[in-house]
C-alpha cells in the first residue's frame, strides 16, 4: 500500500520559513517524480514544484521560485520543500504527489498517481 505523508507545515508570520516533508513507503521511491501542490480555500489545486527521480532537475511555478526549494533523498524515501520569505498568498493546504512516468516533470495534478493528505501551511501578515 503506498502511503505519501506530510509534515512540517503550520503558522508562521510573513518573512518567515518552513520546511516541509513527504514521507513515502510502499512503492520504489526512486522510480517516481515528486510533485508539490497546493490549494487554497475556494480554488483549485496548483502545481508549486516538481523534482526528477535522480533530483537531478527540478521545476517551480512563477510564483514561488527563488523562495521555494523542492529536494529529496532517494536513500530515506523522502521530499521536501523548502519555504523561505513566505507570504499570506501562501496559504494553503500542501499536498505532495508522486508520478511514475519519469520522462518529463509535469505540472498538471492528473497525472500524478499518488497523493499524500497535505499538510496545512498559514502566513500572517
Known amino acids: 500500500q503506498v502511503q505519501l505523508v506530510e509534515s512540517g507545515g503550520g503558522l508562521v508570520q510573513a518573512g518567515g520559513s518552513l520546511r516541509l516533508s513527504c514521507a513515502a513507503s510502499?512503492?520504489?521511491?526512486?522510480?517516481?517524480?515528486m510533485g508539490w501542490f497546493r490549494q487554497a480555500p475556494g480554488k483549485e489545486r496548483d502545481f508549486v514544484a516538481a523534482?526528477?527521480?535522480?533530483?537531478?532537475?527540478?521545476d517551480y511555478a512563477d510564483s514561488v521560485k527563488g523562495r521555494f526549494t523542492i529536494s529529496r533523498d532517494n536513500v530515506r524515501n523522502t521530499l521536501y520543500l523548502q519555504m523561505n520569505s513566505l507570504k499570506p498568498e501562501d496559504t494553503a493546504v500542501y499536498y505532495c504527489?508522486?508520478?511514475?512516468?519519469?520522462?518529463?516533470?509535469?505540472?498538471?495534478?492528473?497525472?500524478?498517481?499518488?497523493w499524500g493528505q497535505g499538510t496545512q501551511v498559514t502566513v500572517s501578515s
Open positions: 510502499g512503492l520504489t521511491f526512486s522510480n517516481y517524480n
Open positions: 523534482i526528477s527521480w535522480s533530483g537531478g532537475a527540478t
Open positions: 504527489a508522486a508520478d511514475r512516468n519519469i520522462r518529463t516533470l509535469v505540472r498538471e495534478s492528473r497525472p500524478y498517481n499518488y
